[in-house]
């Protein structure tokens, strides 16, 4: 079995970064379960353009998940 790490610490602001920002982390969907994928130079053009089209919210609402 290969050797495994924990790459990012599953405390709550790792998971808000994304919802505050989608932008900055969203990619085509084809690319969704490519581990191998790199980001564009110009990925806040492309995570703008993406977020609208898929329709992305930002969640900033902590009732969202803590009801």
Not at 41 to 50: R, S
Request: glycine share 2%; with cysteine; aromatic share 12%.
């Amino acid at each position: 079995m290969p050797l495994t790490w924990r790459e990012n610490t599953l405390y709550m602001d790792w998971c808000l970064e994304c919802h505050r920002a989608p932008e900055r982390y969203v990619r085509p969907r084809q690319y969704v379960f490519s581990m191998d994928y790199q980001p564009p130079v110009d990925q806040i053009a492309l995570g703008e353009k993406l977020v609208k089209e898929y329709r992305i919210r930002k969640l900033t609402s902590c009732s969202t998940c803590h009801r």
